[in-house]
């Protein structure tokens, strides 16, 4: 009997041998799995593996490609000089200065983990992403000049002079050299529109010719025309690249002997050249960069062209959005700094989502733009 209750057992525990050892199995593969997640949470203690990111949405193509090109340059040198051992990812996408297109690359930037801050050019390009990006809570930094981009916003501030100041210049200007009748010509983008309106709120009555263009136009023969007949003592040009070179060229050819002025963008490099002289002589309004004139030297040692206000703005730009992250707290920096030492000087925020920074009268002068 004893004997036969050995071989049941012998055989009984036999028959649980398998199950026994492929429970073993299974509970060292659970201590296993456990112990190589606890490591991994140890590890994301130790490091944060999702490195902040700056967004920068530019013309890399179209007809501001080589505004937008010299942003991206002037970007990539601050980031260089301040970003530190630390320094964020940059992350640069084309919109080719076209709204729709800006609203997918700012979509494609805000699907990123991440993502600090994204610096956006142009007023139009900018207004139409900075509803989305202050939704995200992420601050937006706008290289545009009309306030109505960062006007009651809380996460978007705007790094240019706006198109309320730049006018109290021009039209001051204007007073200064007593031109009795003006002829307006104006691109019909968002920043020239209230460019122009600005303007007309305040020297309606010596506009004696006022005429929109699309963006795209460059047949300007027939606005030429009516100018030579009607012949004012200055035009003023509202313009983007590359229509300020193309008119300029088109009115000096009919023989139009007036003076030429303009606002921000006629301060363009570019387009100084490919207007082929017709720009001599010009004026326009523009930040006050005299204090940059180092970096415009280094800027065109590095990339073999001369600096002009936009890309100082950048420059400085990125450079807070830097000192900013370091803050831990980069929205309220932006809305807040004071005594910030850039190459546009020291200035600071305004209180109104802007920067206090100067503005001058320069005169084009061969293939350079001067302080008048």
Request: with cysteine.
């Amino acid at each position: 009997m004893v004997n036969l209750y050995a071989c049941l057992y012998l055989n009984y525990s036999f028959l649980l041998m398998p199950v026994i050892h492929s429970s073993l199995i299974q509970l060292a593969g659970a201590i296993l799995t456990s112990s190589l997640w606890l490591n991994t949470l140890a590890a994301a203690e130790i490091r944060d593996p999702v490195k902040p990111k700056i967004g920068v949405v530019v013309a890399l193509s179209g007809h501001l490609a080589a505004v937008g090109t010299a942003i991206k340059n002037s970007v990539t040198l601050a980031w260089e000089k301040h970003g530190g051992k630390e320094a964020p990812e940059l992350i640069f996408e084309d919109d080719g200065f076209l709204s729709r297109n800006t609203v997918s690359a700012v979509n494609r930037l805000l699907a990123l983990d991440g993502m600090a801050a994204i610096i956006t050019f142009g007023s139009g390009t900018s207004l139409s992403v900075s509803d989305i990006i202050e939704a995200r809570e992420i601050t937006h930094i706008a290289l545009a000049i009309a306030e109505k981009v960062n006007t009651g916003k809380k996460f978007v501030v705007r790094h240019f002079v706006s198109t309320d100041a730049l006018n109290k210049k021009i039209v001051e200007e204007v007073k200064r050299r007593e031109y009795k009748n003006i002829a307006l010509i104006t691109t019909v983008q968002e920043a020239m529109i209230a460019q122009r309106e600005h303007f007309l709120a305040d020297l309606n009555e010596r506009v004696i010719i006022n005429k929109d263009v699309l963006p795209d136009d460059t047949d300007f023969r027939s606005i030429v025309a009516r100018i030579k007949a009607e012949a004012p003592a200055a035009v003023g040009l509202f313009l983007l690249p590359p229509q300020i070179s193309i008119f300029a060229r088109n009115l000096r050819g009919a023989g139009f002997k007036g003076e030429i002025f303009g606002s921000l963008p006629m301060g363009v490099v570019s387009e100084i050249r490919a207007a082929g002289g017709a720009l001599e002589g010009a004026w326009f309004v523009s930040g006050d960069d005299r204090g940059a004139k180092e970096f415009y030297r280094e800027y065109e040692a590095r990339f073999g062209d001369s600096g002009f206000a936009e890309i100082a703005h950048a420059f400085d730009a990125t450079k807070m959005v830097l000192e900013g992250l370091r803050s831990n707290d980069l929205n309220n920096y932006l809305h807040t700094v004071q005594g910030f030492s850039g190459i546009l000087g020291t200035y600071g925020a305004d209180g109104k989502n802007g920067y206090n920074v100067g503005i001058i009268v320069k005169k084009i002068r061969g293939n350079a733009a001067l302080v008048d």
